[in-house]
């Protein structure tokens, strides 16, 4: 079994590898100092479990998790972090962590742990799930196959009718990186965001055609639109990339055998058929455009149970980097915008004597009337009824 140990305490890193190797001699040990670092890695060797930080300069623990988990579905992630806030170990779980450690940690609760997941590897190695196995081995075979035939090359006596049936109406995507000596880790980031972006929102894959070039097809759920799925693509890629890209989304295509001429076509065109130009210079505007959109939901929906995991998955971003760059854009967090929006349509619904406050309570998102009195309390230093009495005295 081979153990990754992502840190940027040296001190951390050096006694996780000193623990597991003194009680388990036949367990490898590697480990990363930054995300990037450990990208690296999981793009050389095999990794089957993965202790990984969540707080680190660049990057941090949880994009990390976020990006890899798309190609690497078969990565045990154990979560160890300082910090024991709930929305932490929910967001780790929920992006498919294994377990959530909390530091300062002693010995025994590390050899506990990877006890426990040299016995889980050791079954699966020895009873591998044949269905588990058979669908990653074919999603393997079908990105392998679609890559030569869009090459051009011989793809054997392949039935292309099993990937076309999945999608009779969809997008093709290119993605042009900037050459640079970190091509391949790059490439290896952009392939894993995209899979994992393109899983959330339809169905499809990208596969690396010619070293910094990487192009896909996508399926898309009903209501997405190419625009959306682009503009969300983009919120994507300016996490991990600080280097220009260019990306191109096509208009809905129904003539799957087409492909091949269509992807020659966007490559040798360059730029007049990709000519958005993204990465540090212009990411800004997207990452705007991207919070406007949640807001805009936000207005039309405030009176919902709108939670941060909701609203996130709204513009398909993490729940933690979404968090971020809503308080960039805005100046405050999201839950404070959220309630000044729906005390600010409370008041203009006080002025209606026909609505009863527990009524106007439930209207702006409160099922609970206490809890909306003391937010109100609060916001305006004063009860709703408080207010009401107030306004009317005004009028009169």
């Not at 780790?92 to 010995?107: N, Q, S, T, V």
């Not at 959109?293 to 039309?300: H, L, P, T």
């Not at 929906?301 to 308080?327: G, M």
Request: with cysteine; net charge negative.
């Amino acid at each position: 079994m081979h153990v990754l140990i992502v840190d940027d305490e040296r001190t951390i890193r050096e006694g996780l590898k000193r623990t597991i190797n003194g009680a388990f001699g036949d367990v490898r040990v590697s480990t990363a100092a930054s995300a990037a670092e450990a990208l690296g890695i999981l793009l050389r060797d095999r990794v089957h479990v993965v202790f990984l930080d969540i707080m680190m300069p660049g990057m941090n623990g949880l994009e990390l998790l976020a990006q890899a988990r798309g190609t690497h579905k078969g990565i045990k992630w154990i979560v160890v972090s300082a910090h024991s806030e709930f929305a932490y170990a929910q967001e780790a779980l929920r992006l498919g962590a294994k377990d959530y450690i909390l530091k300062p940690f002693g010995k025994e609760q590390i050899v506990k742990t990877v006890a426990a997941l040299l016995e889980e590897w050791t079954q699966e190695e020895t009873h591998p799930s044949g269905r588990g196995l058979l669908e990653q081995n074919l999603n393997y075979l079908r990105e392998a196959v679609f890559r030569r035939w869009i090459q051009g090359l011989d793809i054997g006596r392949f039935d292309l009718r099993s990937i076309q049936a999945e999608h009779h109406r969809f997008h093709l995507l290119a993605v042009k990186l900037e050459s640079n000596p970190e091509l391949s880790l790059r490439n290896f980031i952009v392939e894993n965001v995209m899979t994992e972006y393109i899983g959330q929102c339809g169905n499809g894959f990208i596969v690396n055609l010619d070293g910094d070039f990487l192009v896909g097809v996508v399926t898309l759920k009903d209501e997405a639109g190419a625009e959306w799925f682009r503009l969300g693509a983009i919120a994507h890629l300016d996490r991990c990339l600080k280097v220009p890209y260019q990306l191109y989304v096509s208009d809905l295509q129904t003539d799957f055998y087409a492909i091949p001429s269509e992807i020659r076509k966007i490559y040798t065109s360059g730029e007049e058929r990709m000519p958005e130009t993204e990465g540090e210079g212009s990411s800004a505007d997207h990452k705007n455009d991207v919070i406007d959109i949640a807001i805009q939901y936000m207005k039309s929906s405030f009176q919902d149970n709108l939670s941060l995991e909701i609203l996130s998955s709204v513009v398909y971003l993490n729940p933690v980097y979404f968090s971020k760059l809503f308080k960039q854009k805005t100046g405050t967090g999201y839950k404070e915008y959220l309630t000044k929006l729906r005390l600010e349509r409370a008041a203009e619904m006080l002025a209606d004597p026909a609505l009863s406050v527990t009524r106007i309570a439930e209207l702006v998102g409160y099922p609970d009337v206490r809890n909306f009195t003391q937010v109100f309390r609060k916001h305006y230093n004063c009860t709703p009824g408080q207010f009401r009495a107030e306004k009317s005295h005004v009028k009169a």
